[in-house]
């Protein structure tokens, strides 16, 4: 009799506490309190495709924020690191970079996807594959860098070994595009506005545009993340920087123009034709749409077969990510 | 027998189950928080504040009569809407549109842009108002604003629902969205707030 009593409660209690979820819609966890901090600071590098956290600056005044801080650094620097020491609250990044940097242990939590596409893989004529590039030389600035790290994954995915078949031209000083364009190497991996120009000169084509090709087009290739503990500390500040940037990421995608012109007035680009093109070249309308989950465990797998990384991509996604932000905005931001 | 039958029951209702339907079809919209007030002028002078539309459930969207693109584009939008909402359109839904660029809209510029677009004046209201009371407002609602050398605003196209307590329910951004989806939304608030 006692149990069934309880039972009964227990039932009771059940329909009393679904009833209420039928009445009750879901209170954002970071509504719409006061900004915890109006300062933020956010990595400035020469790379365009990572645009929407460059047009964001102006929202991300509107959302309250007084002090827009855009540190500089130089092409090929490592951001991440800063990243996770807190000279730097909040980065959009290569998902490449982020997973290597989690993997380290640097104390980065990432909030969201934001774009697909960014690097294109250019030859000479002659080659029309990425298996062709077995015996060619291939440019970078430094091992381990990004194009290094990614190269060496496609070149993986077509069963090339990457440390004996790829010469590889490695020198911190000299740009890739430069040797490539003196014809002094076969391939390297270009980036905006890199691409741009190369089209216009009529330089090389390219064997892998990572906004259309599969598998890369079917992941993020940049990502938004935080410092853990700014994002842990100030949710609200975190939540209105992450509105800023996706906000921006649809204006990229619906109004390139207006974009572009804003990258050149805020010092971002000095060419609105190669910012414009950037912007039409890649895919900023899939943060709605991709699961940024599937971003970090498809480049987790591969950066592990590569043996850049050591952690699984369980274990970077339960240990560095929090996707409450952007399930809050999927539902509260349509577009 | 009836156990069974008592925990099918239950798990029928369960929260978790209802939460997971909610997001999957999205009829229950979240509660972002209080929705920013204003006190603003209407196209016939009159002065409007979001408190006053408690009750109601209100579309509040960011205009200028002279933009030449993505604001007639929403307005257009706005408009087969507000056919498609019948009698609830006035009585229980409300349309508001604040202008961007207050020096050239006032209310009577205001009132020849609403009946150029046909829309109806018992549930669409334009609003404007002093430069800094425009500012005040457009800053609480996060929409960012620049005037050009030429006249023309750079702006956020955004377009807020708010429901009848008052609280911000979901955003729109652009003029690209659904307006069937549009229409669900304010009507979800109606018959599901």
Redesign the interface.
């Given at each position: 009799m006692p149990m069934m009593q309880t039972?009964r409660r227990i039932?009771a209690g059940?329909?009393l506490?679904?009833?209420?979820?039928?009445l009750r819609?879901?209170?954002?966890l970071a509504?719409?309190?006061s900004l915890e901090t109006t300062t933020i600071r956010i990595a400035k590098v020469p790379a365009i495709c990572v645009a929407p956290k460059y047009v964001a600056e102006?929202?991300l005044?509107?959302?309250?924020f007084t002090d827009i801080h855009y540190v500089e650094f130089a092409a090929g620097q490592d951001t991440t690191e800063p990243l996770a020491r807190g000279e730097l609250d909040f980065d959009t990044n290569y998902a490449v970079n982020f997973v290597a940097a989690i993997d380290a242990g640097r104390p980065i939590t990432l909030l969201a996807g934001v774009m697909v596409g960014c690097y294109e893989l250019f030859a000479k004529e002659g080659i029309r594959g990425i298996s062709d590039l077995k015996g060619k030389s291939v440019g970078m600035q430094a091992v381990n860098s990004l194009p290094h790290t990614l190269l060496t994954v496609m070149a993986a995915q077509v069963g090339l070994d990457p440390l004996k078949d790829i010469h590889w031209i490695t020198d911190p000083k000299v740009m890739p595009i430069e040797r490539f364009v003196a014809g002094e190497i076969d391939a390297f991996l270009a980036f905006p506005p890199e691409p741009q120009d190369l089209r216009a000169r009529g330089i090389g084509h390219v064997l892998v545009n990572t906004a259309l090709d599969r598998p890369w087009s079917q992941y993020f290739c940049c990502m938004h993340g935080g410092n853990r503990e700014f994002v842990q500390k100030y949710p609200v500040a975190t939540k209105?920087v992450l509105?800023?940037v996706l906000?921006a990421a649809?204006?990229c995608a619906?109004?390139p123009e207006?974009a572009a012109r804003?990258m050149v007035d805020g010092g971002f680009s000095p060419r609105y034709d190669y910012a414009l093109q950037t912007l039409r070249d890649n895919a900023y309308d899939r943060w709605r749409e991709y699961d940024p989950e599937d971003a970090i465990r498809f480049y987790a797998l591969r950066l592990r077969e590569a043996g850049f990384i050591k952690a699984s991509p369980q274990k970077i996604i339960a240990d560095s990510t929090d996707w409450r932000f952007l399930d809050?905005l999927k539902?509260?931001?349509?577009? | 027998m009836r156990?069974p039958l008592?925990?099918a029951?239950?798990l029928l209702?369960?929260?978790a189950l209802?939460?997971a339907h909610?997001?999957q079809d999205?009829k229950?919209?979240?509660?972002?928080?209080?929705a920013p007030s204003f006190a603003l002028t209407s196209q016939d002078g009159a002065p409007v504040t979001l408190a006053a539309l408690r009750g109601k459930i209100v579309a509040v969207s960011f205009i200028y009569t002279q933009c030449p693109d993505?604001c007639p584009l929403l307005i257009q939008k706005m408009v087969q809407v507000q056919g498609e909402l019948g009698a609830d359109f006035g009585a229980k839904i409300a349309f508001v549109s604040i202008t961007l660029d207050p020096e050239h809209d006032t209310p009577e510029v205001l009132k020849d842009y609403a009946q150029f677009w046909g829309t109806k004046p018992e549930g669409w209201t334009f609003l404007t108002g002093s430069p800094e009371a425009v500012r005040d407002v457009?800053?609480r609602y996060?929409?960012?604003v620049?005037k050009n050398a030429n006249g023309s605003v750079?702006h956020?196209q955004l377009t807020s629902i708010i429901d009848a307590e008052s609280a911000?329910?979901?955003?729109?951004?652009?003029a690209?969205?659904d307006p069937e989806?549009f229409r669900r939304d304010l009507l979800s608030l109606l018959h599901r707030?």
């Open positions: 039972r039932l059940v329909s506490a679904s009833a209420a979820g039928l819609a879901p209170v954002s509504a719409e309190g102006e929202l005044r509107a959302e309250g209105r509105r800023a906000k649809d204006m619906s109004e207006r804003r809050e539902r509260e931001l349509k577009a | 156990r008592l925990l029951l239950a209702v369960s929260p209802t939460v909610e997001a999205g229950r919209l979240p509660v972002i928080g209080p993505i457009t800053r996060a929409v960012f620049a750079d956020t911000m329910r979901v955003q729109y951004l652009g690209r969205f989806e707030p």
